[in-house]
C-alpha cells in the first residue's frame, strides 16, 4: 500500500512540476498570444507524458490496463452527445435567464471579438470571410467544424489530460474507495488547472468572483470526472473519454463568439447540469463499472 501512495505521490509531483513550469513560460510569452496558446497545447500533453514514463520506466506496469483499445462506437456517440447538449443547454439557460446575449450580426460579431481582446488582455484580429460571404456565417461554419470533424484531429489533446487522469491515476485511486477516488482525482485535476484558471478568470472577475469560480471549477472537476471515468470503464477505452473531454472544450470555444455571459451564472449553471448527468448515472446504475 505504502508503494502504491508513493507512486500516487511521485506522478503527481512530476506532472505539477513540469506543468507549472510550463506555465511560467507560457506567462513569459504573453498569455494569451498565439506562442502560448500552443504551449496551453503542450501543457495538456503533460499528464499522458508522465502516465507514460510511469507504466514504461517506473511501476513497469506495461499498458494492458490504459485502455488503448477502440471500444464501442454507441460511447463515441455519448462522448460527443452530452457535453454538446450540456454546454449548448447551459448557454441557452443563461441568456433566457437574462445573463447572457447572443451576438448574430457582424457588428455584433466585431464588438465580441474586441470585447474577448480587452478581457484577455490580448491582440484578436477579426478574421476575413471568404468574397461573397457574411463574417457571421464563416465564423458559424468554423464554430461547427470545431465541434465536428476537427473534433478527431483535437482528441489528441483531450488524450494528453485522460490518459493521465482518469488511464492512470483514478485506478490507482480507486483501491482507497470509489467516492474517494472521484474526490481526490477531480481535485488533483481541479489544482492542476488552478493557475490557468486564476490568469483567465483575474482579468474580467474580482478576487471574491474568482474564489468562487474557483470552488464551482471544483465541483465540475469531479462531476465530469465522474462521466469520463464511465466512459473509461464502460468502453473499455480511453479514447471515448478523450473525444468527450475535448468536446467540452471546444464547443465552449465554439460559442464564445456568439454568446456573451456573466460568468458565475454560466459556472453555476453548468454545474447543475453535469450535476444531472452524474445522478442520471447514479440512478441507471452505470457508476457501478467503475472499478479498480
Not at 42 to 68: C, I, N
Not at 154 to 161: L, P, W
Not at 246 to 256: D, K, R
Request: proline residues 4%; hydrophobic residues 55%; charged residues 10%.
Amino acid at each position: 500500500m505504502s508503494s502504491n501512495i508513493g507512486g500516487i505521490l511521485l506522478y503527481i509531483l512530476i506532472v505539477f512540476s513540469a506543468s507549472w513550469l510550463l506555465i511560467a513560460l507560457i506567462q513569459l510569452l504573453g498569455w494569451p498570444g498565439a506562442p502560448a496558446a500552443l504551449g496551453v497545447y503542450g501543457l495538456m500533453m503533460v499528464p499522458a507524458a508522465t502516465a507514460f514514463l510511469m507504466r514504461k520506466w517506473v511501476t513497469r506496469e506495461g499498458f494492458d490496463t490504459a485502455g488503448l483499445r477502440m471500444g464501442g462506437w454507441k460511447y463515441y456517440l455519448i462522448a460527443w452527445l452530452i457535453p454538446l447538449a450540456a454546454v449548448c443547454a447551459a448557454h441557452g439557460v443563461v441568456v433566457l435567464a437574462g445573463f447572457g446575449k447572443i451576438h448574430l450580426s457582424d457588428q455584433e460579431i466585431i464588438g465580441r471579438i474586441r470585447e474577448l481582446g480587452e478581457t484577455y488582455r490580448a491582440q484578436i484580429s477579426v478574421p476575413e470571410p471568404p468574397p461573397g460571404m457574411r463574417l457571421t456565417s464563416f465564423l458559424a461554419l468554423l464554430a461547427i467544424g470545431n465541434v465536428t470533424i476537427l473534433l478527431l484531429p483535437a482528441m489528441i489533446f483531450g488524450f494528453g489530460e485522460e490518459f493521465g487522469w482518469r488511464g492512470y491515476l483514478l485506478p490507482k485511486l480507486l483501491r482507497f474507495g470509489k467516492s474517494k477516488a472521484f474526490i481526490a482525482t477531480g481535485f488533483v485535476w481541479w489544482a492542476w488547472h488552478l493557475p490557468l484558471t486564476v490568469l483567465t478568470s483575474l482579468p474580467s472577475n474580482s478576487t471574491v468572483e474568482v474564489a468562487i469560480l474557483g470552488l464551482l471549477g471544483l465541483a465540475s472537476a469531479v462531476l465530469v470526472g465522474i462521466f469520463l471515468a464511465w466512459l473509461f470503464y464502460a468502453s473499455g477505452s480511453i479514447f471515448p473519454a478523450a473525444l468527450a473531454h475535448i468536446t467540452f472544450n471546444q464547443v465552449n470555444g465554439a460559442l464564445a463568439i456568439f454568446i456573451s455571459y456573466n460568468s458565475l451564472a454560466y459556472s453555476t449553471t453548468l454545474t447543475l447540469m453535469l450535476a444531472i448527468i452524474t445522478i442520471t448515472l447514479y440512478k441507471r446504475g452505470c457508476i457501478e463499472v467503475v472499478s479498480a
